[in-house]
């Protein structure tokens, strides 16, 4: 990995792509606008697929209009035909034709290092994904994640029951495991109390390997895309290069920065964005070879 001074060199040079397969967030503060805030301030060049526009802002959700499967792939094929693709956050996906479009795209061209965020409530409470949508996710697109990041909220709707403490998490994350993720990051943000618990579970032999990813809660009323932007941030460093358990662990405390930067920064009268600029990094550049 490289920097722009390095352009003097004889090689070619391309940078790390990172395509968001999500929907559209008139605020600017969730959805595909921070995960290209994300993937640029990490030093990725991002690409959007857009699965549905939203007319929303720090209050909430005021309507959603779909986008056709087959314009889906169409934007799809128009990045990873020309551009190409070296990580892939996908996030909204509303209908079960979506998914089913978002399984094509993957198999089709066979999509790396893919991050699954099961993006189904908003943070203001909205539910943003069909009933029927939910169980089409699991069978069609968690055996094809590299890695599913779950809130509580979103666990409790694919498991079917709600999730009120952090010593369910396991049992949960083995669950998911389970139903045919390779791995899954279950965020434990929503619960109480001063400690926030994450678990990042992967699927191994002859058990998962888990890892606990704990911080002290940081107060603030910005909380609005912070799991679009955690799992672009994985998305970013796996193009970046680094192993999932890195990129996971390397976001996490990404995150944890953009919220501290953000805490009292007042944007809308809801719950606002975080702040995806707090330390943006130069464009990073990888060298072609062959």
């Given amino acids: 990995m490289s920097h722009l001074n390095d352009?003097?060199?004889?090689?070619?040079?391309?940078?790390?792509?990172?395509?968001?397969?999500?929907?559209?967030?008139?605020?600017?503060?969730?959805?595909?606008?921070?995960?290209?805030?994300?993937?640029?301030?990490?030093?990725?060049?991002?690409?959007?697929?857009?699965?549905?526009?939203?007319?929303?802002?720090?209050?909430?959700?005021r309507a959603i209009h779909a986008v056709p499967a087959s314009f889906l792939k169409e934007q799809i094929a128009a990045v990873v035909e020309d551009i190409g693709v070296d990580a892939v956050k996908i996030g909204m996906l509303h209908a079960p034709d979506i998914v089913e479009a978002v399984a094509w795209a993957i198999d089709t061209y066979r999509l790396p290092n893919v991050v699954l965020d099961p993006v189904m409530v908003a943070t203001s409470g909205d539910t943003l994904i069909e009933p029927d949508t939910v169980q089409r996710l699991v069978h069609e697109l968690f055996p094809r994640a590299t890695v599913v990041?779950?809130?509580?909220?979103?666990?409790?709707?694919?498991l079917g029951r709600a999730l009120s403490d952090a010593s369910e998490l396991e049992a949960a994350a083995a669950e998911l495991l389970q139903r045919g993720a390779r791995a899954v990051l279950l965020?434990?943000?929503?619960?109480?109390?001063?400690?926030?618990?994450?678990l990042l579970a992967i699927a191994s032999e002859p058990a998962a390997f888990w890892v606990w990813l704990r911080g002290e809660r940081i107060p603030s009323p910005n909380l609005h895309g912070t799991g679009c932007t955690l799992s672009s941030a994985i998305a970013s460093y796996l193009a970046l290069g680094q192993t999932l358990e890195e990129a996971?662990?390397?976001?996490?405390?990404w995150v944890r920065q953009a919220l501290q930067a953000g805490a009292h920064v007042r944007l809308g009268q809801g719950s606002g964005p975080l702040n995806h600029g707090w330390a943006p990094q130069p464009m990073q550049l990888r060298r072609i070879t062959g």
Avoid: F
């Fill in 187 to 198: 965020k434990g943000g929503h619960l109480s109390g001063e400690v926030v618990t994450d």
């Fill in 7 to 61: 352009l003097a060199h004889p090689d070619v040079w391309r940078y790390p792509r990172v395509l968001s397969i999500a929907g559209s967030d008139s605020g600017g503060g969730a959805g595909i606008q921070a995960d290209l805030k994300t993937m640029a301030a990490l030093g990725c060049y991002g690409m959007t697929a857009i699965t549905a526009l939203t007319a929303q802002n720090t209050l909430g959700v």
């Fill in 248 to 253: 996971v662990q390397s976001a996490h405390a």
């Fill in 149 to 158: 990041t779950p809130n509580l909220d979103e666990a409790g709707l694919l």
